[in-house]
């Protein structure tokens, strides 16, 4: 069983927000109808987060910067210290 647009009513939906590709690229039209679900983005994970507990000496753009970055995260750290090695 497939769904039909929210807007038009007789479509298959193919777009986010229960609309089909002819409505939610109508002008205006999407912006009538809220976006459903939680989604899939990432997260922001740098806002309100507690300080690493000591800075890296690993270089920006580095492979030991990237896996300093990933403990961080897995920590629910902040990313950055404001120690980091530039």
Known sequence: M??????CGHAVVSRPRGLCWTCYYAPGVKDLYPPQGQGNGVKD???????????TEALPGSPAKVE???Q?????WNLWHPK???
């Open 2 to 7: 497939w769904k039909s647009c929210r807007h």
């Open 72 to 76: 961080r995260a897995s920590q629910r």
């Open 45 to 55: 994970i740098t806002g309100h987060r507690p300080m690493p507990p000591w800075p």
């Open 68 to 70: 300093v970055l990933c």
């Open 84 to 86: 980091d090695a530039r």
